[in-house]
């Protein structure tokens, strides 16, 4: 089926260093993509999207690039700060279906 | 409205006996959604309602799961004869139709079964 998949499991930076996360995805049809950020004990937490016919959002301190020809978005957070360290997870959504169909997590440990 | 509340936080039970999870969504919302998450996954869909009708469900909600939301507002989910494979955390998401997915989650009810 369609999958949402992330490219590695862990990632360790320094603080004030900028984070690059990234994911893969195999489902064209999505509307839209999405990246949540999960802390131990609580649920998702939206941080910020893109629509599926966009290539970069900014949002503060993060910004999303989407990239349709190799099926890849990715997560840059600059001048990472120590409240940022959590659990990372892309998601993409199909107003279709109306679900979100989430990859495996991707933990940001920030070094201080 | 302080978002989407969940009830238990946790709960522990033993192999065989029911268990049954309440979510409280956002008071305007009209989409109620559950989710479950085990250590180091997404979370995977598991159903999901338009005011009190349940329009979709997951080939993971085996037989034994069982969802409601009788009045269109709070939502129970209620797993009969638990068995060990069902420890998750359990999450609940709800939005409003025409503001794209607009998700906003609770923080889950963590289950562990023994």
């Known amino acids: 089926g369609e999958s949402v998949g992330l490219h590695l499991p862990t990632l360790s930076v320094q603080e004030g260093d900028n984070s690059i996360i990234n994911c893969a995805y195999s489902n064209s049809a999505s509307d839209y993509f999405i990246w949540y950020k999960q802390e131990s004990g609580k649920g998702p937490q939206f941080i910020i999207d893109?629509?599926?016919?966009?290539d970069k959002r900014q949002g503060q301190r993060v910004t999303v690039l989407l990239n349709k020809t190799v099926k890849h978005l990715s997560l840059q957070i600059a001048a990472t700060q120590p409240g940022d360290s959590a659990v990372y997870f892309c998601a993409d959504y199909t107003g279709a279906n109306s679900k979100l169909t989430f990859g495996k997590g991707i933990t940001l440990s920030v070094r201080p | 409205d302080t978002g989407v509340s969940q009830n238990p936080r946790h709960k522990i039970t033993k192999r065989g006996q029911n268990v049954t999870f309440r979510c409280d969504p956002i008071s305007e919302h009209n989409r109620l959604y559950w989710y479950r998450q085990t250590l180091g996954q997404g979370p995977e869909f598991l159903t999901y309602?338009?005011?009190?009708?349940?329009?979709?469900k997951s080939r993971l909600l085996s037989d034994r799961f069982s969802a409601e939301r009788p009045k269109g507002s709070f939502s129970t989910l209620e797993i009969q004869r638990t068995e060990q494979g069902d420890s998750a955390m359990y999450l609940c998401?709800?939005?409003?139709?025409?503001?794209?997915?607009?998700?906003?989650f609770g923080s889950g009810t963590r289950l562990t079964v023994v």
């Open positions: 893109i629509r599926s016919n966009m």
């Open positions: 309602f338009q005011n009190e009708a349940q329009l979709e």
């Open positions: 998401a709800s939005s409003l139709v025409g503001t794209g997915y607009g998700y906003t």
